[in-house]
């Protein structure tokens, strides 16, 4: 006699599960909007800061275009008779990513001109490149890849030790250029010069693995405020 398997029921009901999500990225935003609005930002402006973020992540600018080599030219030789066979290529771009590299840059910039602590986050964007370019990994066909907790965790204590004033808008200021400028010159501006390994596609600068370290930068960031 065949017995029927048991019917296993969801964990959890799918629109309980929609609910907590749309609810924890509704809490998530509040916080990065509240954060950078202590920090001097309007309220208005940090809420498009944060989906112009999202949304330009998808965003590509190409700075630079060649051909790679993915196959050398072969020669075969059938008795007097040569036949040779010619390489083939692949293009790789090299881009700037709109939401993980020129938004970042130009918010670190306006921060910091509302905050100061100019040599502080010298400072701390030298700790985070530092370590994220040890960690850092190039993958051919997929990038560089970087865990994503890093740079944040990193670019955090490195924040809450250098601003000495205890001030909440200061200690973002640093966090977020720490984690999002740092991140950019370690992980992906010091591996430039190994591109050739990450074989033909696009490298975006600020983008793929990157990216996570660097929006996640600006939520840890919030949360210091």
Same mark, same amino acid.
């Given at each position: 006699?065949?017995?029927?398997?048991?019917?296993?029921?969801?964990?959890?009901?799918?629109?309980?599960?929609?609910?907590?999500?749309?609810?924890?990225?509704?809490?998530?935003?509040? +916080?990065?909007?509240?954060?950078?609005?202590?920090?001097?930002?309007?309220?208005?402006?940090?809420?498009?800061?944060?989906?112009?973020?999202?949304?330009?992540?998808?965003?590509? +600018?190409?700075?630079?275009?060649?051909?790679?080599?993915?196959?050398?030219?072969?020669?075969?030789?059938?008795?007097?008779?040569?036949?040779?066979?010619?390489?083939? $290529?692949?293009?790789?771009? +090299?881009?700037?990513?709109?939401?993980?590299a020129?938004?970042?840059?130009?918010?670190?910039?306006?921060?910091l001109?509302?905050?100061?602590?100019?040599?502080?986050?010298?400072?701390?964007?030298?700790?985070?490149?530092?370590?994220? $370019?040890?960690?850092?990994?190039?993958?051919?066909?997929?990038?560089?890849? @970087?865990?994503?907790?890093? *740079?944040?965790a990193?670019?955090?204590? *490195? #924040?809450?030790?250098?601003s000495?004033?205890? *001030?909440?808008?200061?200690?973002?200021?640093?966090? $977020?250029?720490?984690?999002?400028?740092?991140?950019l010159?370690?992980?992906?501006?010091?591996?430039?010069?190994?591109?050739?390994?990450?074989?033909p596609?696009?490298?975006? +600068?600020?983008? #793929?693995?990157?990216?996570?370290?660097?929006? @996640?930068?600006?939520?840890?960031?919030?949360?210091?405020?």
């Open positions: 006699m065949n017995v029927p398997a048991p019917v296993r029921a969801p964990v959890a009901h799918p629109l309980l599960t929609l609910l907590l999500g749309m609810f924890l990225a509704l809490l998530t935003f509040n +916080i990065i909007t509240t954060g950078f609005e202590r920090a001097g930002i309007p309220r208005a402006a940090a809420g498009l800061l944060v989906v112009a973020s999202l949304a330009g992540s998808l965003l590509n +600018i190409p700075v630079r275009v060649r051909d790679l080599e993915t196959r050398p030219p072969q020669r075969l030789r059938i008795g007097h008779l040569v036949f040779y066979r010619p390489p083939e $290529y692949e293009r790789q771009v +090299i881009a700037v990513n709109v939401g993980g020129l938004i970042p840059v130009g918010v670190s910039a306006w921060l001109f509302q905050e100061g602590a100019w040599w502080e986050t010298a400072v701390a964007v030298v700790i985070v490149a530092f370590w994220t $370019y040890r960690a850092a990994r190039v993958v051919p066909g997929r990038g560089i890849l @970087l865990p994503a907790l890093l *740079s944040p990193i670019a955090a204590l *490195s #924040a809450l030790a250098l000495w004033d205890g *001030s909440p808008g200061q200690a973002t200021a640093i966090a $977020y250029a720490a984690g999002s400028v740092g991140t010159i370690g992980a992906d501006l010091l591996n430039l010069h190994r591109s050739r390994e990450m074989g596609g696009i490298m975006s +600068i600020g983008g #793929a693995g990157v990216f996570d370290g660097v929006f @996640l930068s600006g939520v840890v960031a919030a949360f210091l405020s």
